[in-house]
C-alpha cells in the first residue's frame, strides 16, 4: 500500500513562492510516473505538471516558465517549485503517483492535497 502527503502549501502574494513536497511511502511499490493536480473551486481538477522515473517533464501551459517539477528517485519525493504565483493558481494541489506493485500491477494513488492561496 502506497500513502502520499504534500506539504508546504499557504497563503502568498502574487508574485511570491512556493515550494511543494510530496513524500510516498509504503513497501512493494515501484513508481513511473509522479505529478500535481490542482482544483480550484467550482473547478475540474487539471494537471498542473508531470515527470517520468527518467525526469522527463510535462507542463500545463498556464504554469510554464513559472512553475518547477523534480522528484528524488531515492527518497519517492517530488517537488513543485513554483514562482511569479498568480491568484489564478489559487487551488488545492494534490500530488499523484503512478506505481506498480511488487506483482508488476499497476496503482495509484493520491494525496489528500494541500492548499495554496495567492492574493492579490
Known amino acids: 500500500q502506497v500513502q502520499l502527503a504534500e506539504s508546504g502549501g499557504g497563503l502568498v502574494q502574487a508574485g511570491g513562492s512556493l515550494r511543494l513536497s510530496c513524500a510516498a511511502s509504503?513497501?512493494?511499490?515501484?513508481?513511473?510516473?509522479m505529478g500535481w493536480y490542482r482544483q480550484a473551486p467550482g473547478k475540474q481538477r487539471e494537471v498542473v505538471a508531470t515527470?517520468?522515473?527518467?525526469?522527463?517533464?510535462n507542463y500545463v501551459d498556464s504554469v510554464k516558465g513559472r512553475f518547477t517539477i523534480s522528484r528524488d528517485n531515492a527518497k519517492n519525493w517530488v517537488y513543485l517549485q513554483m514562482n511569479s504565483l498568480k491568484p489564478e493558481d489559487t487551488a488545492v494541489f494534490y500530488c499523484n503517483i503512478n506505481a506498480f506493485d511488487a506483482s508488476g500491477r499497476y496503482l495509484e494513488a493520491w494525496g489528500r492535497g494541500t492548499l495554496v492561496t495567492v492574493s492579490a
Open positions: 509504503g513497501s512493494g511499490f515501484g513508481i513511473n510516473s
Open positions: 515527470i517520468t522515473r527518467g525526469g522527463s517533464t
